[in-house]
């Protein structure tokens, strides 16, 4: 759940359980010059809509994006972090870092605080070194995925899943990416109590880190 806790003592099985499958829907795909992600504006703390208005979908830096999935406070630590080590890596390096750098980062963070951060993220990106995007997920335990093809975390998942599954091909063009990522999540919306209000979608390409919605 987008919950605000601060400490996460001896974290059991169930309890990973229910962190996987947090109070949100977070979507990433692949298209045919770059990668598409997106999210809901729901945070939730128990039965209550905390806020309509959560952000939950961050810049990293100008070719790499975040979602984020599980506990506020800690999410927006680690995306801090993020953000502050991709500044410093750009400055020792003199160039954007790439998405397999920050998502290694964000595996090194949070496999770090292990059973103590509860986060749960997408990152999805261009590379200027191979031209293409990338797409990873990494969960509150450290685990890194690279995707080919698509991800989605959160209770409104496997709705998400659902609509990628039947209509994600490949080399789809980024304004198909942006449908499809609009048409996942808001069937999410429709049939998980948890998502809902806004979407929250960004596309990155050559071109950088552009805001849709």
Do not use: H
Not at 14 to 24: A, L, N
Not at 97 to 117: C, E, H, K, W
Request: proline content about 2%; aromatic content about 8%.
């Amino acid at each position: 759940m987008m919950e605000n806790k601060s400490k996460y003592p001896n974290l059991d099985e169930d309890s990973v359980k229910k962190i996987i499958k947090s109070g949100t829907t977070t979507v990433g795909i692949m298209v045919k010059d770059g990668v598409v992600i997106g999210t809901e504006s729901q945070a939730t703390a128990g039965y209550t809509v905390a806020t309509k208005k959560a952000q939950k979908l961050f810049k990293i830096n100008d070719y790499t994006a975040a979602t984020i999935s599980g506990g506020v406070a800690d999410c927006q630590y680690v995306v801090n972090q993020l953000q502050a080590l991709s500044r410093l890596k750009q400055v020792e390096d003199d160039k954007v870092p790439d998405p397999q750098y920050i998502a290694s980062m964000t595996r090194n963070v949070l496999f770090s605080g292990r059973s103590y951060f509860l986060c749960m993220m997408i990152i999805g990106g261009f590379s200027q070194k191979s031209k293409k995007g990338l797409l990873y997920g990494v969960d509150l335990l450290g685990t890194l995925y690279e995707e080919e093809r698509f991800i989605s975390f959160g209770s409104g998942s496997p709705f998400s899943l659902g609509v990628l599954e039947a209509d994600w091909t490949k080399n789809l063009t980024k304004s198909a990416g942006i449908k499809l990522i609009e048409t996942a999540i808001s069937s999410s919306r429709e049939r998980d109590a948890a998502s809902g209000f806004s979407l929250q979608i960004a596309s990155i390409d050559k071109n950088g880190y552009k805001q849709v919605q």
